[in-house]
Antibody
Framework: EVQLLESGGDLVQPGGSLRLSCAASGFAFSTHFLNWVRQAPGRGLEWVAGITPDSRKTFYSNSVKGRFSVSRDDSKSTLYLQLTSLGAEDTAVYYC???????????WGQGTLVTVSS | EIVMTQSPVTLSASPGERATLSCRASQRIGTSVAWYQQKPGQAPRLLMKDESTRASGFPVRFSGSGSGTEFTLTISSLQSDDIATYYCQQYNDWPLTFGGGTKVEIK
């Protein structure tokens, strides 16, 4: 059974940093494209970042480019998202997702909440 | 970036009625559209991929269709278990983008 378990969400002050983790199991982690998608309270879904199976390429939305960094450790089957220069607009539940096919998202974790507030 | 626009924002229908959700892409995206179902308090779940291929676990009352820029998710006979917000997503080009969602309610 495919499982994605996010952790690391917390209350952080504006301008602060945080690292999110996503522990995966139940599939060949190293062969899959992985993504982070976020959802602000009461709002819709926003794709944030993605990383290729070989870590050769990373992709970012314009709203986080230069502030967030996605990485993976295939030996630990873990995906990461480093968040820096956080602002109130980054407050959201962050979901770890597995990419498939042309890049629909076939599995989602339960999410981890990041709250940016003083 | 490709903008996905969903309508209506809220859809209210009676049990057994047909529900039609729309999604429009700002440019042609072929069949590179997926639909997700998100129930209150839960993570989204893949419902439909490649415009019209149902994901595992979803009943046949869910169907998808489209024409390059206009896409439709149809629930042929609405059930109480279908109460959720539905999102479309395009994967024809980066960045991946989602529609704003359609909330389905039971009348």
């Amino acid at each position: 059974e495919v499982q994605l378990l996010e952790s690391g969400g917390d209350l952080v002050q504006p301008g602060g940093s945080l690292r999110l983790s996503c522990a995966a199991s139940g599939f060949a982690f190293s062969t899959h494209f992985l993504n982070w998608v976020r959802q602000a309270p009461g709002r819709g879904l926003e794709w944030v970042a993605g990383i290729t199976p070989d870590s050769r390429k990373t992709f970012y939305s314009n709203s986080v480019k230069g502030r967030f960094s996605v990485s993976r450790d295939d030996s630990k089957s873990t995906l990461y998202l480093q968040l820096t220069s956080l602002g109130a607009e980054d407050t959201a539940v962050y979901y770890c997702t597995r990419g498939a096919g042309g890049q629909y998202l076939d599995y989602w974790g339960q999410g981890t909440l990041v709250t940016v507030s003083s | 970036e490709i903008v996905m626009t969903q309508s209506p924002v809220t859809l209210s229908a009676s049990p057994g009625e047909r529900a039609t959700l729309s999604c429009r892409a700002s440019q042609r995206i072929g069949t590179s559209v997926a639909w997700y179902q998100q129930k209150p308090g839960q993570a989204p779940r893949l419902l439909m991929k490649d415009e019209s291929t149902r994901a595992s676990g979803f009943p046949v009352r869910f169907s998808g269709s489209g024409s390059g820029t206009e896409f439709t998710l149809t629930i042929s006979s609405l059930q109480s278990d279908d109460i959720a917000t539905y999102y479309c997503q395009q994967y024809n080009d980066w960045p991946l983008t989602f529609g704003g969602g359609t909330k389905v309610e039971i009348k």
